[in-house]
Structure formats: structure tokens, C-alpha cells
């Protein structure tokens, strides 16, 4: 069957026709909707887990029981499963395991362009990267039986491009994949220091056999075209750099780590110049130099963002092929900064912190928009669950004093995926620091997924809820209170307590996501010109649904939502219900 997909659509259908019986994985855009499809499939279980590292043993568990399992993340997910990745490369695998890491150069969702192509190599840990959705879909499968193979997990590599890119996938009858026998075998799977030294000699030996693999498989290919140029490259660069150079000779590398040295060798006499075309680090490229050979990189190309054709163009003019220049439309596009939703529970909170004057240690969600104008509020922003051991570090740095005006922020899933331990250490080390829970009822930035708070599996089925406020207790937190960020009068008067407290605490913001399709808050507000004074005060919670007009401020009926939260910064009831 033929059909058009996304890449991680792809990979879901990849690992499901493969034979693939357990999905653990955690959201992160650019990856999230890899799960999601495998969540569609009634003959494969699939969960979101509290977080990668969890996710990753989970599907660890499941492959040294004799099935294949997948988990599925994005790339700075990949820091939070490393723990496990690097002994699971030592302990090997029963059933296939893969795990599909997607990069995010530019940055379109992320707080940096981590390579993950280095996890790949420090860890002993084989990787593939697809260039297209029909790669996405037999890379998956291929992965899966190499693992069982070569007795180790293996790393499926994708950027935003391939991830959210549609190509024509034909798709291959679902394999009769039985169940491996377990059998017990602490030498293998129990890493103690005497087991895992002698897993260290397997690893190495099994190095030397993947590189022999590397020279011989199809994964590598040879394209020959003109020997004036040759173009090492990989996944979305080998679709640029066709477009750029249709005439060059191509090594397309499939299986990415480890290198086909030999392959590379024989590619690079073949040719007058050879250009590696890679985004992010040159990782190919300083392989290549390490053999001695001569090539052109990233000192012609950069470190930052993605690779287009016509930045090939320019910057290898001898070998381009087409125009350089871009069709723009007429006139304008007026920039959309991201912004909080109309609706954003998020907003109260932030409009008051910022009132308070208080110094935010942030944390990664849509409440990280908090930093924004004219809101303004979030000091930092680093990684999950940050938040809360930052603050904690502002109070062992500036003294208890200070800390009364800093509080930590993150949100319901963030707390569960890695603010529980942060909030420990507040607890065990004797801090006062107030956290606070954003709680939406969701999993929000990265589209609306289930969380261990929401009180559903990814399949929607009822399942049991974790409940924040005994979680809180259970820890040692014995101020924790539940208040509306709405009732603005109410959440200050909260946080004017518990920073002032000399001992932890824990503020709830609990009010749902506007988008969440239960929530209805009812018409669209307007102004009424005549009692509208023109203070402006209600453009100071960042709604983008107030808009500030040359006769006045005005309310599009088209992106108001009917929260109502404005109507509590207008002292002359001028904000009223159409």
C-alpha cells in the first residue's frame, strides 16, 4: 500500500509492521506525534511515560523480555534517558530496541541545537538517520532486526524536516514477530563492575563488527554523478544538497555511526573536491579529517540553524546548479511573536509575579512565554524541572531574605517529569523557597497530551490520577494550597503568604488549558467606548485579543475567548460581555 506520511507518522507504521509490541516514550516536539500514531494501533501497547528515562527503561524492560520496543523522544530528552542508554549499550537486547531521537536545528521548539549524533558515538550506540518518510518507514524496520543482530539497542536519528516533512511511503504487510524465550542472565544484564568489564570487550568487538557492517551495507550508498565534486552527507542535507548540486557525486550515509571508513577513503579519491553538507556540528566532517583527507565544511557553511539550497549555493557557487534568488510574495508579513493563548491560564499567575516584583526561576512549557513583554516575569529558563532547584540555589546564594522574593514555576506534567526531586532537596536541605504548579490539566506546548495528573492513558482510557496535593504533603510540604490564577486578588494574597513564609511551600494554580475542547467560557467580551477611560491597565496581562487602536483599546471578537480575566483590570467596568 502507498500513502502519503509524515516521517514520524512513518516511523509508527515502521515499527508497528515490524512486528513492534511496546511503546514508552515522553512528548517533545519535533517527535511527539511518532507515539501518537503508535497510540492508534490496537495491536501495540503505548504509554506516556513520567519522563525519557523512564520511558527508555521501560522499553529496556520489554526488549530483555523478548519484545520489540521503541521509545521515542526529542533530542534534549535524549540527555534525560542517557542514564540507561549507556549500560544498556554494554547489556545488549533480547528483542529489537530502538530509540528515535529527533534533533531540532533552528530551534524551532527547543532551548538549543544539541547534536545527537555525539550520544551516538560516546555511548557505542549504532545510529541511523532516514533522508524521507519511505527511510522513516523501512529505517524503523531495519533498525529493529539489526538490533537482534548485533545484540544492541540502535538509534533512529530526525530532524524537524524529516519529522514534519510528507513523502509517498509504500508499506509492507504487519511482520509475525514471535515473542523471544527469556531466559535469566545476570552476566549479561546485571552490570556490576566484574560483569561489566567483561560487557566492555563485547562492546569494542562489537564496534569492529558494526564498522565491517558499515563498509558492506546498503544503508551506505554510492550516487555517481561528476567526479569534479563528491557530497558526504546524511538525512534532510542529502535532499538540500541534491537540489543544490544535481550534478555531484553523493555518499548518502544511512547508517551514520559507525562510519564506513573505507567507503570514505574510496569515495574521496574518486573526486577532484569533497564537501561534507551536515547541519549542526561537523561530525562527519572532523571523522573525515581524521582519516587525512581533504574537505570542504562547515568553514563555509555554519554551526547554527538549518542548511538550505540556496545557502549551498552561495557558498559553493562553482558547483550549484538553479538560482539563487527567493520568490517573495508582495508587500510585508507583519512578525507574530509566540505569545500566551487568549484564554491562558497561565496569565493571572504571571500578571501577578510581576506585580509582586518577584524574581521567576521558569521552566520549560508554554508558561515559558511568561518571559515575554509585556508580562515579563520568568528570570530563567534552562531545561525540565529546573525550576524549582534553581530557586532553591538563588536562596543558598543570596540568604532566606532573598528567596521571599523569588519563587519557582513549572507546570503539572514538568513537575511529574522532574520538579518531584527538586522539591526533595528544597524539603531535605531545609530551603523556604515557594514553588508553583501551573497546573492546566495538560500536557500543553507540545499538543495537548495525557500526563499522570490528567487522570487518562494516551488512549484515553480512565486510569488513576496523581494527586499534587498529598504528593506535596507526602514529601514534606506542609503549606500547600490550591488557588485560581484568575481570581488575581485572591492568587496575590497566596503568594504574599507563602513567600513570606520561613518554610517550603507549594502554590497550585489550577484552572484548565482555553483549548482543551470542555472548557467554554461562553461570548466574546467588547469595550464599551463610552465608560472606557483609555488607562491601558488592561493591556498589561498580554492578551492578544486586546488590541490598542489609535480612539482607544478594543477587543477582537474573533480571538477572544470569553475568559473574562480583563474584565478584573478595569476599574470603570468598561470591559463588558457582547
Known sequence: MKRLMLGNEAVAYGFRDAGGTVVSSYPGTPSTEITENIA?????????????KVALEVALGASIAGARALSAMKHVGLNVAADPLFTAAYTGVSGGLVIAVADDPGMHSSQNEQDSRYYARSAHVPM?????????????RTALELSEQFDTPFLLRLTTRIAHSQSVVET????????KEYTKNFRKYVMMPGMARARH??????????????????LNKIERGSSKVGIICAGIAYQ????AFPDASFLKLGLIYPLPERMIEEFAKSVETLIVVEE?????????????????????????????????????????????EMVHAAGSVPQRPPVMCPGCPHRGAFYVMKKLGLVVTGDIGCYTLGALPPIESID????????????????????????????AVLGDSTFIHSGITGLINIVYNKGVSTVIILDNSITGMTGHQQNPTTGFTIKGEPTRQVNLVKLCEAIGVTRVRVCDPFDLKAFEQALREETASAEPSVIIAQRPCALLKNVKYGKAYSVDVEKCKNCRSCL???????????????????????????????????????
Open 380 to 407: 530563567t529558563c534552562i531545561c525540565m524541572g529546573a525550576s524549582v532547584g534553581m530557586a532553591h540555589g538563588f536562596e543558598k546564594a543570596r540568604g532566606k531574605d532573598f528567596s521571599k522574593k523569588t519563587v
Open 201 to 218: 570487550i563485547v562492546v569494542e568487538a562489537r564496534d569492529n563488527a558494526l564498522r565491517e557492517f558499515a563498509e558492506k551495507s546498503v
Open 40 to 52: 492508534k494501533f490496537d495491536d501495540v501497547y503505548c504509554e506516556w511515560a513520567p519522563n525519557e
Open 128 to 140: 541511523l538517520e532516514p533522508a524521507d518518510s519511505q527511510e522513516c518507514y523501512s529505517f524503523m
Open 172 to 179: 509492507l504487510p504487519r511482520e509475525d514477530y514471535k515473542l
Open 240 to 243: 538540500y544538497a541534491k537540489e
Open 280 to 324: 549542526l556540528e561537523p561530525f562527519f566532517e572532523e571523522h573525515v579529517k581524521r582519516l587525512n583527507i581533504k574537505v570542504l565544511g562547515k568553514a563555509q557553511l555554519s554551526l547554527q540553524g538549518e542548511i538550505t539550497p540556496t545557502m549551498l549555493r552561495k557558498s559553493f557557487p562553482q558547483f550549484a546548479v538553479g538560482q539563487n
Open 540 to 578: 498589561k496581562i498580554g492578551c492578544p485579543a486586546i488590541i490598542r487602536e489609535e480612539n482607544g483599546v478594543q477587543i477582537n471578537s474573533l480571538l477572544c475567548c470569553g475568559c473574562g480575566l480583563c474584565t478584573q483590570m478595569c476599574s470603570f467596568g468598561a470591559i463588558i460581555r457582547d
